[in-house]
T-cell receptor, first 112, second 110 residues
Framework: DTEVTQTPKHLVMGMTNKKSLKCEQHMGHRAMYWYKQKAKKPPELMFVYSYEKLSINESVPSRFSPECPNSSLLNLHLHALQPEDSALYLC???????????FGPGTRLTVT | RKEVEQDPGPFNVPEGATVAFNCTYSNSASQSFFWYRQDCRKEPKLLMSVYSSGNEDGRFTAQLNRASQYISLLIRDSKLSDSATYLCVVGGGSQGNLIFGKGTKLSVKP
């Protein structure tokens, strides 16, 4: 089973809202990732968790806050977003760093 | 030099054609190599890993040339369903993450 699930599929939020994106995998993978993808661009890495510890933060604004409650779950907390943050947010997992990554279907976020 | 560079595309080919995508990478310490495909408004899906010995999966053949830091993907007998964006992905950087190329769009026409 190479399934990564993400909720919600779509999210519309105002600039003053607080919301969270959720990601789950049950493949025993020890690395999990958040990416942001704009139209016609490749995925852009935001955060990497390795063995439940944040190992990479690619200079992402503090209005994005990741959380890894356990080895199967990854959250992305959103607060005071800007319209330019509208994008597809992808979660991925991997057995270990540098191994193949499996992506969830993404959350399509619109900030109004 | 960009870390992972791909043919800009788009590639517009008729059904049944053979099409080849090329990719170069800048970090000679890279350890892992992949091709992903991404359909419009969907997530990237792993197509195949790429090994030094080359590997084949049905109509798809991937090759790696470490000396030239070059990766290729060959698709034979193209199908309409092969229409997608193909992403060249390289791992093994200092931070252990994957580096994505910008992708090459393929359109297979009837």
């Amino acid at each position: 089973d190479t399934e990564v699930t993400q909720t919600p599929k779509h999210l519309v939020m105002g600039m003053t809202n607080k919301k969270s994106l959720k990601c789950e995998q049950h493949m025993g993978h020890r690395a999990m990732y958040w990416y942001k993808q704009k139209a016609k661009k490749p995925p852009e890495l935001m955060f990497v968790y390795s063995y439940e510890k944040l190992s990479i933060n690619e200079s992402v604004p503090s209005r994005f806050s990741p959380e890894c409650p356990n080895s199967s779950l990854l959250n992305l907390h959103l607060h005071a977003l800007q319209p330019e943050d509208s994008a597809l947010y992808l979660c991925a997992s991997s057995p270990r760093d540098n191994y193949e990554q499996y992506f969830g279907p993404g959350t399509r976020l619109t900030v109004t | 030099r960009k870390e992972v560079e791909q043919d800009p595309g788009p590639f517009n080919v008729p059904e049944g054609a053979t099409v080849a995508f090329n990719c170069t990478y800048s970090n000679s310490a890279s350890q892992s190599f992949f091709w992903y495909r991404q359909d419009c408004r969907k997530e990237p899906k792993l197509l195949m890993s790429v090994y030094s010995s080359g590997n084949e999966d049905g109509r798809f053949t991937a090759q790696l040339n470490r000396a030239s830091q070059y990766i290729s993907l060959l698709i034979r007998d193209s199908k309409l369903s092969d229409s997608a964006t193909y992403l060249c992905v390289v791992g093994g950087g200092s931070q252990g993450n994957l580096i994505f190329g910008k992708g090459t769009k393929l359109s297979v026409k009837p």
